[in-house]
Nanobody, 125 residues
Framework: QVQLVESGGGSVQAGGSLKLSCVAS?????MGWFRQVPGEERAWVAL???????LYADSVKSRFSISWDNAKNPVYLQMNSLKPEDTAMYYC??????????????????????WGKGTLVTISS
């Protein structure tokens, strides 16, 4: 069982930045960040395949950046220009998906095998 541990969440004002980290007990080819607001479904934020291909949700494009140096721990999510609507619990997830196309496609459907417990991000206006 792969274990994922997120860190880096916190409270910042709108316009600020945070950097989330995800450490996995075992490496998998496909990694992603997701977020969930109480009462809403979990939504994908950013995905990365070990080949380097990435995909971002429209709501965070140009503000967030996912990185994974040499496909080794940890996976980061740099979040800039944060907005109150970015407030959510952020989850890291992984899956053993060798195809970058399948990784990004399934990730966008939150079809990942392993999930962390989340780190809370709160953005105040």
């Amino acid at each position: 069982q792969v274990q994922l541990v997120e860190s880096g969440g916190g409270s910042v004002q709108a316009g600020g930045s945070l950097k989330l980290s995800c450490v996995a007990s075992e490496s998998r080819q496909c990694m992603g960040w997701f977020r969930q607001v109480p009462g809403e479904e979990r939504a994908w934020v950013a995905l990365i395949h070990f080949s380097g291909r990435t995909l971002y949700a429209d709501s965070v494009k140009s503000r967030f950046s996912i990185s994974w140096d040499n496909a080794k721990n940890p996976v980061y999510l740099q979040m800039n220009s944060l907005k109150p609507e970015d407030t959510a619990m952020y989850y890291c997830a992984s899956a053993a998906i060798s195809s970058s196309y399948d990784c990004l496609t399934r990730g966008a459907l939150s079809d990942m095998a392993y999930w962390g417990k989340g780190t809370l991000v709160t953005i105040s206006s």
